[in-house]
């Protein structure tokens, strides 16, 4: 057993708390990378982790982190040693290189450089992992207050022929990843008036309103007409 499992095989069993599911490489690995890290900073919160040195800390994600993605932090990733010893470097690049195509898409449209073509066609294009910028949009909201910059982003978008109903490679829209993020009333108000369809599922079969229970974010339940999100 290596230095780094045999730290995290002990913190866990001091705790009895199971540590994360490896991340893993197939499917969408926007999802299943904020599973991920999600998971692990819950561990190191429960377990004491995050109170340990940050040597131990990254240790212990580079043993929890599963195989596939020890390779890519091994070979696709440029840390300095220093950078190596400390577990939130180490996570922040990792969600950089599983979700590069999201954050460069959505900065281009907060920041203006990205112009419209005519036709909404460029409004509509996909980036490599198949999303529109609405969608890249509504899944970079990490759970986080809608803000008014976000607002004034999605109505720009909206404005200018966005496909509210657009999915991406797992089938899910912009209503569903607003449900998914508690975005708030407010914004999933915003995709409904412009015609976003919440009776429309998945590839798994689920619904907006789905993601809106199972994300228990009572706002977008009590401030949305739940017949829009197709209430039972």
Not at 14 to 35: R, S
Not at 114 to 138: D, I
Not at 191 to 197: K, T
Not at 206 to 214: C, D, G, L
């Amino acid at each position: 057993m290596t230095e780094g499992k045999e730290i995290s095989y002990s913190i866990a069993m001091a705790a009895n708390i199971p540590p994360p599911n490896p991340m893993v490489l197939t499917g969408d690995w926007n999802t299943n990378w904020d599973n991920f890290r999600d998971e692990f900073e819950d561990y190191a919160l429960a377990t004491g982790l995050h109170e340990k040195p940050n040597e131990v800390q990254a240790a212990t994600l580079r043993s929890l982190m599963g195989s596939e993605c020890r390779h890519i932090y091994r070979h696709n990733l440029t840390l300095t040693a220093r950078l190596q010893c400390d577990a939130k470097a180490i996570l922040d690049a990792l969600e950089n290189y599983f979700k590069p195509a999201r954050n460069v898409i959505y900065e281009r449209f907060v920041f203006g450089s990205c112009k419209q073509e005519e036709g909404g066609a460029q409004v509509n294009e996909r980036n490599p992992g198949g999303e529109t910028p609405l969608l890249a949009l509504c899944k970079a909201l990490r759970r986080e207050p809608t803000g008014p910059g976000t607002l004034k982003l999605l109505r720009y978008l909206l404005d200018n022929q966005a496909d509210p109903n657009a999915q991406d490679r797992s089938g899910r829209t912009a209503l569903m990843y607003s449900c998914m993020e508690r975005a708030g009333a407010q914004l999933a108000s915003t995709l409904l008036s412009a015609g976003s369809d919440p009776s429309m599922a998945d590839y798994s079969g689920a619904s907006a309103m789905v993601y809106t229970i199972n994300a228990q974010h009572q706002p977008t339940l009590q401030d949305n007409d739940p017949t829009h999100l197709q209430a039972v």
